[in-house]
């Protein structure tokens, strides 16, 4: 049973919104503060922030790229950018999942073998498709240029008391998914067999506001409802929800989330991805996707705390693909705490998430389910729940069984594994380099980028005339919105790694999510 697409309260607000278990207990969606639901009140709110936006575009401010996939040794990244907390998630650059930071201004060291990076000639160009380098020919992969004196003291502690590796447990810890395809098919091409080259013709080392901000909007399929997301973050705060967009845009562009989009899991941790940490098959009673954390799973010594930090924002920037039409690009999170031990206990992780939910992920948390059944975890919760937002904790259900789950996950849509009746047995399968084939048609990938720019034009010539004219230029608008989100569509394969869950055939060729 689908979830109704019915109002919560009429505009004048006479009738009181629904609680978050009674949208799951009436199975019906969330429309207060969205597209096609909005209150006069909030369309001017969002008149508002769109004007204040396109007098920030026309600034042409540029943003840094402090932390580049391609980094290399003398490139990249100053750490003066970072903040002191872990608001901050400052990334390893991601040639290495090593986790021991090194002293700032300290020379890099040649990579132990976890570097995932091909390398290509020198730019990518984007008039013929570059071939990767052997890898004999291949110079080391280049470790971080710098560390800033502000890095989570997470790292530090685990350079600090990390005993000897031996070699199979570097490598379990430090070996990307590309790195494992390279050992065991050596005669493997490199999954992503081209360069990243930024959209709207952007330098390697920056991007423009604008250009940042089409990036991430566009995900969703509507820009209205990404910029809206905003607005409900922060009560319809225009000023407020207008810096968070601010910040949000400075962190994507600082720790290069387009790039992490092109190469996708070819720069993800082997063992995490192979052992299934986290994985989404299935969809909740308003039709989120699913999220089920196994954190038996999870045991820190065996990756960085760099690994899990771009771990999670593939999977939250993927998830963006499993909600498209979904719930207004909202997922929830199923924790799984069956088996659960101390040796599982892993702050960062959460905290990471938490941040990256709270911070630079607004309204995109639906419900976070905590499955739990293990003693330890009672005292794990009292150091967690000081870090969360009283927004998201509000979120937040407590489960000790399958019939606890059910009235916001049914049985017939819950894994096996958490007491459904879903059957899923979690199974990586490796990405090759032929799902990525059509990245090194730089014809089509051009052909496709003009459209998609042409079209992010248009989209702001009608927003400017719907910002003038009002009611007039509305219906134009929503062809050019249209037009827009099927330009996005037509690049996403130029410039996005195909992932996981288009191998598994849950995201379909035209990208519509079938579980």
């Known amino acids: 049973m689908a979830a109704q697409q019915t109002p919560e309260g009429d505009a004048t607000g006479a009738t009181p919104q629904l609680t978050l278990k009674e949208h799951y207990h009436k199975r019906v969606a969330h429309t207060s503060g969205r597209v096609g639901?909005?209150?006069?009140?909030?369309e001017a709110k969002l008149r508002e922030?769109?004007?204040?936006?396109?007098?920030?575009?026309?600034?042409?401010?540029?943003?840094p790229v402090v932390y580049s996939l391609a980094q290399t040794a003398g490139e990249g990244g100053g750490g003066d950018h970072e903040a002191s907390d872990i608001t901050a998630l400052s990334f390893e650059p991601l040639e290495t999942l090593g986790s021991a930071p090194r002293k700032r201004n300290e020379p890099p060291t040649p990579s132990s073998g976890s570097g995932w990076?091909?390398?290509?000639p020198a730019a990518a160009s984007r008039s013929k498709p570059a071939t990767p380098v052997p890898e004999s020919e291949s110079p080391p992969a280049a470790a971080r240029t710098a560390t800033p004196d502000s890095a989570p003291a997470e790292a530090e502690s685990e350079a600090e008391s990390a005993e000897p590796e031996d070699e199979e447990d570097s490598r379990r810890r430090l070996e990307t998914v590309q790195a494992y395809a390279t050992r065991t098919q050596p005669e493997s091409d490199p999954i992503v067999p081209v360069a990243f080259v930024p959209l709207f013709g952007e330098a390697a080392g920056e991007r423009t506001q604008r250009a940042a901000f089409w990036q991430a909007a566009t995900q969703t399929g509507d820009a209205d409802s990404w910029v809206l997301r905003y607005l409900r973050a922060r009560a319809w705060d225009v000023a407020a929800a207008l810096a968070m967009i601010r910040r949000t845009l400075v962190w994507r562009t600082a720790q290069a989330i387009d790039e992490i989009a092109h190469y996708g899991e070819a720069?993800?941790?082997?063992?995490?991805?192979?052992?299934?940490?986290?994985?989404?098959?299935?969809?909740?009673?308003?039709?989120?996707p699913v999220y089920v954390v196994r954190v038996r799973i999870n045991e820190a010594r065996h990756r960085s705390v760099a690994a899990i930090k771009r771990f999670l924002c593939w999977q939250i920037e993927t998830a963006q693909l499993l909600a498209v039409g979904r719930a207004d690009g909202r997922v929830t999170i199923l924790f799984d705490l069956a088996g659960f031990s101390r040796d599982n206990i892993d702050?960062?992780?959460?905290?990471?998430?938490?941040?990256l939910l709270t911070n630079y992920y607004p309204e995109t948390l639906g419900i976070l389910i905590l499955h739990v059944n293990s003693w330890v975890f009672s005292g794990l919760w009292a150091l967690i729940a000081p870090f969360i937002d009283p927004a998201v904790k509000a979120k937040i259900v407590m489960a000790k069984s399958a019939a606890d789950i059910a009235p916001f996950i049914a049985r017939d849509r819950l894994v096996a594994e958490v007491g459904g009746a879903k059957p899923f047995d979690y199974d990586y399968v490796l990405p090759t380099a032929e799902e990525n084939r059509r990245m090194a048609d730089a014809a089509a990938r051009s052909a496709a980028e003009a459209a998609f720019v042409a079209a992010v034009a248009d989209y702001e010539a009608a927003t400017r005339r719907w910002l003038d004219a009002a009611d007039s230029a509305e219906e134009e608008r929503v062809r050019a919105r249209d037009a827009l989100r099927s330009a996005a569509a037509d690049?996403?394969?130029?410039?996005?790694?195909?992932?996981l869950y288009h191998r598994l055939g849950f995201i379909r060729a035209d990208r519509s999510v079938q579980f």
């Open 117 to 120: 990076l091909p390398r290509w």
């Open 49 to 63: 922030l769109w004007a204040l936006l396109l007098e920030e575009f026309e600034r042409n401010e540029r943003l």
């Open 37 to 42: 639901w909005l209150t006069a009140e909030q």
């Open 347 to 355: 702050l960062a992780l959460v905290r990471t998430l938490i941040t």
């Open 267 to 288: 720069q993800l941790h082997a063992h995490t991805m192979r052992a299934g940490l986290a994985y989404a098959c299935t969809s909740d009673n308003l039709d989120n």
């Open 491 to 499: 690049l996403d394969p130029f410039v996005r790694a195909r992932t």
